[in-house]
């Protein structure tokens, strides 16, 4: 089975500190990606990487940003945090190779900006 | 600008009832259409996915359909349970090799016994 993991289930940070959320996938997937999910607002997109180095910007990427240093891991970064990023930090991955486009979750950060 | 909608945003049923729920999309260039359950507090657990190709997936008591000329997928749930209570969410992706998904807001499901 496809297992995505978050280094963090919850966790409270103050305004302006820099925050680290760590993502890991363990079936050597291509593709990886930084969503955040609100309330009234579904799923949006910050980040996505497709391959180590590469990223691309998503959505709302104000605020963020990612490092992909190696291929297993999509590391998303909040420079300073603010209030407004208190919210749900879902990570997925999917494949080059098919079923294409399979997008597998890990299960949340929880962050809480203070 | 592909858009999905997910009707209704929220649903009550009894135990029992076998339930229909829908995802709208407005670009039929699909190339697959996935969709997810999530538990509050939880991340997304993919459930069925089904390519272009194909008009139908099933598993378990959960069967997707999918009907690109209207722009239609549906997933029918069976004999509904208390534990089938959660979100459903429907992800489309666009054919031509973008990575991208674009997800419905979901249809909050709960099962009452």
């Known amino acids: 089975d496809v297992k995505v993991t978050q280094s963090s289930r919850y966790l409270v940070k103050r305004t302006g500190e820099k925050v680290f959320l760590e993502c890991v996938q363990d079936?050597?997937?291509?593709?990886m990606f930084w969503y955040r999910q609100d309330p009234g607002l579904g799923l949006r997109l910050i980040y996505f990487?497709?391959?180590?180095?590469?990223?691309e910007k998503g959505d709302i990427p104000e605020g963020y940003s990612v490092s992909r240093e190696k291929k297993e891991r999509f590391s998303l970064i909040l420079e300073s945090a603010s209030t407004n990023q208190t919210s749900m930090y879902l990570c997925?991955?999917?494949?080059?190779?098919?079923?294409?486009?399979?997008?597998?979750f890990g299960p949340g950060t929880r962050l809480t900006v203070l | 600008k592909q858009e999905v909608t997910q009707i209704p945003a929220a649903l009550s049923v009894p135990e029992g009832e076998n339930l229909v729920l829908n995802c709208s999309f407005t670009?039929?260039?699909?190339?697959?259409l996935q969709w997810f359950r999530q538990d509050p507090g939880k991340g997304l657990t993919s459930l069925l996915l089904?390519?272009?190709?194909?008009r139908e997936q099933t598993s378990g008591r959960l069967n997707a359909s999918l009907d690109k000329s209207s722009g239609r997928s549906t997933l029918y749930i069976a004999a509904s349970q208390p534990g089938d209570s959660a979100t459903y969410l429907c992800?489309?992706?666009?054919?031509?090799?973008?990575?991208?998904?674009?997800f419905g807001r979901g249809t909050s499901l709960i099962v009452h016994p």
């Open positions: 997925a991955s999917s494949s080059d190779r098919l079923p294409y486009n399979e997008q597998f």
């Open positions: 670009d039929s260039a699909i190339y697959n």
């Open positions: 089904i390519q272009s190709s194909q």
């Open positions: 992800a489309v992706s666009r054919s031509g090799g973008s990575y991208i998904p674009t």
């Open positions: 990487s497709y391959d180590v180095k590469m990223k």
């Open positions: 079936m050597d997937h291509e593709n």
